[in-house]
């Protein structure tokens, strides 16, 4: 089975991560920060990788660093579940709407980690959630996930739809990248010999 668990342990925060990428979208995730559990859920609801998390971190000072590690964590299990790519997908993509609100999301499991981020919000904040941590995480999951992520407001007028759409969208282009190819069986979905 394609799992993975992570500890992140740092002056700022303790992180663990455990993923199962064959999952059913099972979730228990557990960080502190409201807002952000219920986005941890999205993520894996739709992407069916089922996801244990567990936070504990300096939000007396704010949420950025609960939000940004437990991205890198993430990140770091995916690569790590992921194992050598043979057979899978690589990309995925997905067009989502949400009420008002569409987000587009193109990806690369290429290990060339880049965002590119068209997503901006109306307010600055969800109830107490900075809504500038939602690209605090995405970044920190390109970036330790080895993914190329494009995440696109197509459009949105509500703050909690635009982000919530934003985790749906990267859920459901992630399952597609992680599955397999039954065409590609222990294949390389790569011309280069390696990913």
């Known amino acids: 089975m394609r799992t993975a668990t992570i500890t992140r342990d740092t002056a ?4 663990s991560v455990e993923i199962n990428l064959d999952g059913t979208g099972t979730y228990d995730n557990q960080t502190g920060v409201g807002f952000f559990d219920h986005m941890l859920d999205q993520l894996s609801r739709h992407s069916l990788i089922d996801m244990t ?3 504990d971190g300096d939000t007396h000072i704010d949420d950025h660093h609960t939000v940004e590690d437990v991205g890198i964590a993430i990140g770091q299990a995916l690569t790590k579940a992921v194992g050598d790519k043979k057979g899978m997908n690589r ?3 997905f067009a989502l709407a949400m009420d008002d609100t569409q987000v587009a999301t193109a990806l690369d499991l290429s290990a060339r980690p880049f965002l590119v981020w068209n997503l901006d919000f109306p307010t600055a904040k969800i109830g107490t959630f900075d ?4 690209r605090e995480f995405f970044q920190a999951l390109s970036t330790h996930g080895g ?3 494009h995440i696109d407001k197509v459009h949105g007028i509500n ?3 635009i982000a919530e759409a ?3 969208s990267v859920a459901k282009a992630l399952r ?4 397999f190819d039954p065409r590609m069986a222990n294949s390389l979905p790569s011309t280069k010999g390696m990913l």
């Open 91 to 93: 990309y995925g993509h």
């Open 159 to 161: 703050s909690h739809h």
């Open 12 to 15: 700022e925060t303790k992180i």
């Open 147 to 149: 993914i190329s992520l």
């Open 53 to 55: 998390i567990r936070a």
């Open 166 to 168: 934003a985790f749906k």
């Open 176 to 179: 597609m990248a992680v599955e």
């Open 131 to 134: 809504t500038e941590l939602v």
